[in-house]
């Protein structure tokens, strides 16, 4: 498609948005030219081979099977378009499930209705035939009015239906897949779907998945397969028995001990909360029959003491004691969210009336709880969501405001923070700069929203990943992107922003900067500018004597700025400037400096864990002692063991510390063959492209050539 979606039109739908792209095609809001409904349209990508595009029409064939259950999302059309085909859907613009999780947590009741709703869908399904194989909360959807509908079919497969994956091949998502389908190798049944859905209700439950990511997708199919998960109420405690024993049950080894049917599932599910509603309202007659009685009695006791004569002399008795008959453990009538003035403005008014609200807050005096705290951060974030998904000229001012009301909560509460809502950001600044036309007024244009829009990330300092803003940096200076002259103040205000929210630029990417337009006086336009004046630092394990001169210069350099600047820095910014200097350092200085550093890189900076296990790995001698070895190894793995996959594949368009435009491979790939992990080295060595293959070849350090050689010999 064109970079420019402005008057495009697909069969009866005109292109308003994308909403996102991912390897086999993208997806956008449209609207329908004469009935105006808005959709959601998925354009399977043009280079798609004759399996995914078979895979894409079945589909489309499911989805006709599955009639309008109310939480399944529906299909309205399918076609072909310019060679392409396409399926218009459901429109849910208020998130995901997975969404939901990361910005508070989903309660205990709102998880079981939830699971019912999903439930009662896959029955649904599995009536008509159909495995969806793919359940996992990024698949589950809101409508605006909060309706659940379960969506991508794209793995689901029809009973007596072909398949399309090659036996003894794993498809699916590790962390909710059942262990069936991750050994691959037996037949799939409904079971499959109750054993997901038990991981989803395990995930909103305790906030985390049965099983967690480990140094590798393998070694977690492992776990799936054969590790029983820890045991729910371990993780949460004060569960109803109940739930905890159904979610187990769904989440058997054996498909046969499961719940045999989904419907099973959602009644009960039903039974907790009918159990929860009838012991509540046991409670409450208790407490007014109580309430009853001590009244009759306080009339009873009241009449008496108005009747009775006095006793004699009781003038002259002193009052009795004053007892204070509050335990210290009396319950205590919880107060009302200080903040749900403004939380209801969030929901629906507009700037000036969120802005009072804002306003008459007193946060300086404020100490909000944690569920105060979660119910302000979901207002916030969902209102600014819909606001960066609008389609609009300018970063809309309320977008801003719950830019700050985020980093007002997540600066107190910082387990409330996540990547989604700032990565939602920078996804849409990358779509606007992507489809920017080649004429300065559209650039302006894309540079009103996209500049304010990191400047607010900025400000409050928003946690967002480091490889989505390297790839919206790249858009801006790669000279295919954002191009004139004229804009090159605004676009250096970008960069500042992106890098001192943690994006780790290479030193190829200074280079592309002009000098005369960066000030000295700002720590990260001179950080930029160091880069830009020195050479990049290189793997020379005999280095000329005007190299190590070079070197040594760049290194005083970068001591000097973080002498100048560390307190001031943000510290994403502040961790990327320092392992560039840890890396011109050397000797025993650099392997402590690395380990004092590696524990303050948070998981949203893959990019910059995996420079870091490079520099680990790539500086040791031939023959390194063993006591070095062993902690660059152990660092190293520390760093990848964390990052998400997803990120170490889109890693390899942009670069890090080096000039090579792979090098973030490059570390994982070398991190696999020091810890000895051939399995996961050959795997993520055959998704990459040949030019890694030759770099990881160039670039192994000496002491790792012979395990190259055993990985490559399996």
Not at 57 to 75: G, K, S, T, Y
Not at 164 to 192: C, F, H, N
Not at 597 to 603: E, K, M, N, R, V
Not at 627 to 642: F, I, K, N
Request: charge should be negative.
């Amino acid at each position: 498609m064109s970079s420019s979606f402005e008057d495009r039109q697909i069969g009866a739908y005109r292109i308003e948005d994308r909403l996102g792209k991912g390897t086999f095609g993208s997806v956008y809001r449209v609207r329908h030219v004469t009935t105006q409904a808005v959709r959601a349209l998925k354009l399977l990508a043009p280079t798609s081979d004759a399996t995914e595009r078979l895979r894409f029409r079945r589909e489309a064939e499911l989805h006709a099977r599955l009639d309008q259950h109310p939480n399944v999302l529906r299909i309205h059309e399918a076609g072909e378009w310019r060679g392409q085909d396409y399926l218009v859907l459901d429109y849910a613009p208020a998130g995901t499930l997975g969404d939901l999780m990361k910005v508070g947590g989903v309660s205990r009741e709102h998880a079981v209705k939830i699971g019912i709703d999903i439930a009662h869908a896959l029955q649904h399904l599995h009536d008509n035939g159909v495995l969806h194989r793919d359940l996992k909360p990024a698949n589950v959807l809101f409508k605006q009015d909060g309706r659940l509908l379960i969506a991508d079919f794209g793995l689901a497969r029809g009973t007596g239906t072909t398949s399309l994956t090659a036996s003894g091949l794993v498809m699916g998502s590790p962390l909710y897949m059942s262990p069936e389908q991750a050994d691959g190798k037996r037949e799939l049944t409904p079971a499959t779907d109750i054993y997901s859905l038990g991981t989803v209700l395990y995930s909103m439950l305790s906030g985390q998945p049965p099983f967690r990511k480990t140094s590798s997708v393998l070694s977690l199919l492992e776990e799936v397969i054969h590790d029983p998960p820890p045991p729910l109420n371990s993780v949460a405690p004060d569960l109803d028995p109940r739930l905890v024993k159904l979610v187990h049950a769904c989440l058997a080894k054996d498909p046969a001990q499961r719940p045999q049917r989904a419907d099973e599932v959602a009644r009960a599910l039903q039974e907790t909360i009918e159990t929860e509603e009838a012991s509540s309202g046991t409670r409450a007659a208790l407490v007014a029959a109580a309430v009853g009685l001590l009244l009759v009695a306080g009339a009873v006791v009241a009449g008496w003491l108005l009747n009775r004569e006095p006793a004699p002399d009781a003038a002259d008795e002193p009052p009795p004691p004053v007892v204070d008959t509050a335990g210290p453990d009396e319950p205590v009538a919880p107060r009302a969210n200080p903040a749900r003035a403004l939380i209801d403005e969030l929901r629906e008014s507009t700037l000036e009336d969120v802005e009072r609200a804002w306003r008459e807050l007193p946060r300086e005096d404020l100490e909000l709880t944690l569920e105060e705290a979660t119910a302000l951060s979901r207002a916030a974030y969902e209102r600014g969501r819909v606001l960066t998904s609008a389609r609009g000229r300018e970063f809309p001012p309320l977008a801003t405001l719950c830019c700050e009301v985020l980093g007002y909560v997540w600066a107190a509460h910082p387990e409330l923070a996540t990547v989604s809502f700032g990565d939602a950001v920078i996804v849409e600044a990358v779509r606007r700069a992507e489809a920017t036309a080649e004429t300065a007024a559209a650039e302006a244009a894309t540079l009103d929203w996209v500049e304010p829009a990191c400047t607010a990330l900025a400000a409050q300092g928003l946690p967002v990943t480091d490889v989505e803003a390297l790839e919206l940096l790249d858009l801006l200076w790669d000279g295919t992107g954002v191009r004139f002259r004229g804009h090159t103040k605004r676009r250096v205000q970008i960069l500042v922003s992106l890098l001192s929210l943690g994006a780790l630029p290479g030193a190829d990417f200074a280079s592309r900067l002009p000098r005369d337009e960066l000030q000295r006086s700002d720590p990260i336009q001179r950080f930029m500018l160091v880069l830009n004046e020195s050479p990049a630092p290189m793997v020379i394990y005999e280095p000329s004597a005007r190299i190590r001169d070079m070197v040594e210069a760049l290194h005083r350099r970068l001591s000097d700025l973080l002498e100048d600047y560390r307190d001031s820095l943000p510290i994403p910014a502040r961790n990327a400037i320092e392992l560039w200097w840890i890396q011109v350092s050397v000797g025993e200085q650099r392997m402590n400096a690395l380990e004092e550093l590696a524990p303050q890189i948070p998981a949203y900076q893959p990019r910059l864990r995996c420079a870091a296990a490079l520099v680990a790995l790539w500086y040791l001698e031939e023959e390194p002692p063993p006591e070095l070895l062993e902690r660059a190894t152990e660092l190293a793995r520390r760093m990848v063991e964390s990052v998400d996959e997803r990120w170490i594949l889109r890693a390899a368009r942009t670069d890090t510390i080096s000039r090579s435009d792979s090098e973030t491979l490059i570390g994982v790939l070398l991190t696999y063959l020091a810890v000895e992990d051939y399995p996961a080295f050959n795997r993520l060595r055959a998704a990459c492209p040949r030019s890694v293959h030759v770099a990881v070849s160039d670039q192994c350090p000496p002491w790792l050539k012979g395990r190259l050689d055993e990985a490559l010999g399996q």
